[in-house]
Nanobody, 123 residues
Framework: QLQLVESGGGLVQPGGSLRLSCAVS????????IGWFRQAPGKERELVST???????TDGDSVKGRFTISRDGAKNTVYLQMNTLKPDDTGVYYC?????????????????WGQGTQVTVSS
């Protein structure tokens, strides 16, 4: 059974950086698209970035140029490098898997979800 476990969240000052990890077990990353989502209090879950099996990435408009998604097949792990963090980046960050290959995604396209990791950007 596919499982995803996020880590790396924490408290960081505006302008700082964090790297989130999504460790995948039960299956190889080679067959799934992995997405990072975030959800702030009182807001809907937002798609941040995706990475396909061939390494093609997409990023939401609010994080373009600041966040980078990557994958390490040997470790079966997907990363989200977050730079120049802003208070609006605060939220719980989730990773999830999708069996679909699309140019755009909705949350319903993703099957399994991790438990989430909290990111707080504040001075």
């Amino acid at each position: 059974q596919l499982q995803l476990v996020e880590s790396g969240g924490g408290l960081v000052q505006p302008g700082g950086s964090l790297r989130l990890s999504c460790a995948v077990s039960g299956v190889t990353l080679d067959y799934y698209v992995i997405g990072w989502f975030r959800q702030a209090p009182g807001k809907e879950r937002e798609l941040v970035s995706t990475i396909s099996t061939s390494g093609i990435t997409t990023d939401g408009d609010s994080v373009k140029g600041r966040f980078t998604i990557s994958r390490d097949g040997a470790k079966n792990t997907v990363y989200l490098q977050m730079n120049t963090l802003k208070p609006d980046d605060t939220g719980v960050y989730y990773c999830a898997d999708s069996p679909y290959y699309r140019t755009t995604y909705l949350a319903d396209d993703f099957t399994n979800w991790g438990q989430g990791t909290q990111v707080t950007v504040s001075s």
